[in-house]
């Protein structure tokens, strides 16, 4: 904000040099009082100087870890359908990321067990096309993998939104970013590459029969085609459908999906989800002698599935499926898969999580030790490896604080936006994260600004400490849970007259209602907190960081489950500003 110069106007001239010095001289506003100014660009931006989240679950308490031990789910929160490459010692992992943006989270290990993220694939707008996206569409199932032949990474996926569908991105280093999207020219979900001993590659993907041949609802196939490396294309007419239905189509089975395929001991290994993502979830594999088969399924399907266990088990771990495998370290195999821990509501608010098992494959077929049993909370180390989980910048599993103060030159990977690139509306500095309030809000499919954390326990708590002075009514901060578009809380400070308020608001399928509100003095910095305890949420406030007073008492999580709200994601949590507010707090 530049101050004018009050007066008669000069009447002598002025050199472009006397200008710049001049006004160069002028005091400047600091930050703290642009903020108070209506001219600039930080009106009502609310100042987040402290964020602090915690798990808290009970099954970690009481299941500590040996020294040769480690948890599964690796990743826990909302990193579904993993998939998992090695290049020498180097292993790297993706998962889905929906209209998450970055998208397809990638992690590095050399031991499977300690994993860091080193970043996003799709991390730019020219990659990823999920402004106009509904939560639970944009990136699906990425599978990743490397070619030797050619020394490349690929990335390759389907992308429901900017009229992308299947697309591959690849790069000679993940460290150093990927290219923009080859669009595909084949229909169908679930894309994943193989490239065979002799140089070939090729493509295996869902896909609907063929016209007039779909003879139940849920009914898919698997088809492969040969792919042209020089060109990043399939090779036309040379498609083939492998798996019809899934192991056994008079049984109906359905959505036979995310297919990979290996190659063993000279022989074809596809491995393929079966009967959707939810709890009829499981893992079939198949063998042939051509990677464009026949395919005959294992005597001992499913390799994986916790579909068929009593509902009541302990420290349920469910829905799991949706594998990849890869050889450990210690000359091993060891699948990753998709699973989801419901609380004691049976509610999935933590999302489908990334979880890990050993894989005997002494015998024809791959089997996951274990994998038709209940999980387990923790497994024996790989040979050789040491837990270093929490430390050195390898993400934490287990129960685990994650404190951000925001004042790095970066924003941690762990904080993801929405339809839209963080650095539309976040500002990180000496005084902490800025949010500038987008004129659209959290209802809307469309970019928001708010900067989200996954919900990574049953049990939680999540505190954020914020200056805020909203300017009208149409502005509001503070802290929202989502679901998605249509199903979250919003807990924030906004205003209506004179007065300012702190409200709670619940919105279920699309439908809002304020629970409740208190008048508050915004004089200076409050303590927004929500904690969780399975199905039971709490929202609380402080001014002293230590008597945080409930509002609203204890509300429910159903509708941050993914079996209430839908869709593929877990909960987020969000530190929110909009200059398009629609709660309206009730008059005095």
Not at 36 to 65: C, H, I, M, R, W
Not at 85 to 107: C, E, H, M, Q, W
Not at 111 to 130: A, C, F, Y
Not at 211 to 222: F, L, S, T
Request: aromatic residues 12%.
């Amino acid at each position: 904000m530049m101050k004018k110069i009050k007066g008669t106007p000069l009447r002598f001239p002025i050199s472009p040099i006397f200008l710049i010095v001049f006004f160069a001289l002028l005091p400047w506003p600091s930050q703290a009082q642009v903020t108070n100014s209506s001219a600039d660009p930080f009106d009502s931006a609310p100042l987040f100087t402290y964020f602090k989240y915690e798990g808290k679950d009970e099954v970690y308490q009481k299941n500590p870890l040996k020294a040769n031990e480690f948890y599964t789910p690796i990743l826990q929160g909302c990193y579904p359908d993993p998939s998992i490459t090695r290049k020498g010692d180097d292993y790297y992992l993706v998962n889905s990321s929906f209209a998450f943006f970055p998208g397809v989270p990638i992690f590095h290990s050399k031991d499977l067990v300690n994993w860091k993220q080193i970043g996003h694939v799709l991390d730019r707008p020219s990659q990823l096309k999920v402004t106009n996206a509904g939560m639970s569409e944009g990136i699906y199932a990425p599978d990743i993998s490397y070619n030797p032949h050619n020394e490349t990474f690929y990335m390759i996926t389907t992308q429901f939104a900017g009229g992308i569908g299947n697309m591959v991105v690849k790069t000679k280093d993940p460290l150093k970013g990927w290219s923009d999207p080859i669009k595909l020219d084949f229909e169908g979900i679930d894309p994943a590459l193989f490239f065979d001993d002799n140089g070939k590659a090729y493509v295996v993907h869902n896909d609907a029969p063929e016209k007039g041949k779909e003879q139940y609802n849920g009914h898919r196939v698997i088809k492969i085609w040969d792919y042209d490396l020089e060109r990043d294309q399939i090779i036309p007419g040379s498609d083939k459908v492998i798996v019809d239905g899934g192991v056994d189509i008079s049984k109906k089975p359905i959505w036979i999906e995310g297919p990979h395929l290996y190659k063993r001991n000279g022989r074809y290994y596809l491995m393929c989800a079966e009967g959707g993502t939810g709890d009829q979830h499981s893992e079939v594999v198949f063998v042939s002698d051509n990677p464009k088969g026949p395919f005959e399924p294992a005597p001992k399907n499913p390799i994986l599935s916790q579909r068929h266990l009593p509902k009541d088990r302990k420290n349920k771990v469910d829905w799991a499926g949706h594998a990849d495998l890869v050889e450990g370290p210690d000359g091993k195999y060891y699948g990753v898969f998709l699973g989801v821990r419901p609380n004691e509501a049976n509610r999935v608010n933590t999302g489908r999580e990334t979880f890990i098992l050993p894989v005997d494959w002494s015998g024809v077929f791959p089997v996951f030790e274990g994998g038709l049993e209940p999980m387990p909370v923790k497994l024996k180390m790989p040979s050789g490896v040491v837990n270093k989980t929490g430390k050195n910048g390898f993400l934490p599993n287990g129960n685990f604080a994650f404190i951000d103060d925001f004042k790095g030159k970066t924003l941690d990977m762990r904080w993801i936006g929405v339809r839209g690139p963080r650095e539309n509306f976040v500002q990180t500095g000496k005084e902490g994260l800025r949010i500038t309030p987008l004129e659209t809000n959290i209802n809307e499919i469309k970019p928001t600004s708010a900067l989200f954390y996954r919900q990574q326990h049953k049990d939680f708590s999540a505190t954020v400490r914020m200056t805020y002075q909203p300017m009208s009514e149409k502005h509001l901060a503070g802290i929202t849970c989502l679901q998605k578009e249509t199903f979250h809380y919003v807990f924030g400070i906004t205003k209506k007259g004179q007065q300012h308020y702190l409200v709670l608001q619940r919105t279920r399928n699309g439908q809002s209602e304020l629970i409740a509100q208190e008048r508050i003095d915004i004089s200076k910095p409050i303590e927004l907190q929500v904690s969780a305890q399975g199905d039971r949420y709490q929202f609380s406030y402080a001014f002293d960081g230590k008597n945080f007073k409930n509002l609203g008492g204890a509300v429910s999580g159903d509708i941050l489950s993914t079996d209430v709200a839908g869709g593929f994601t877990g909960a987020l949590i969000g530190l929110y500003a909009t200059k398009a507010n629609d709660i309206s707090p009730k008059s005095d």
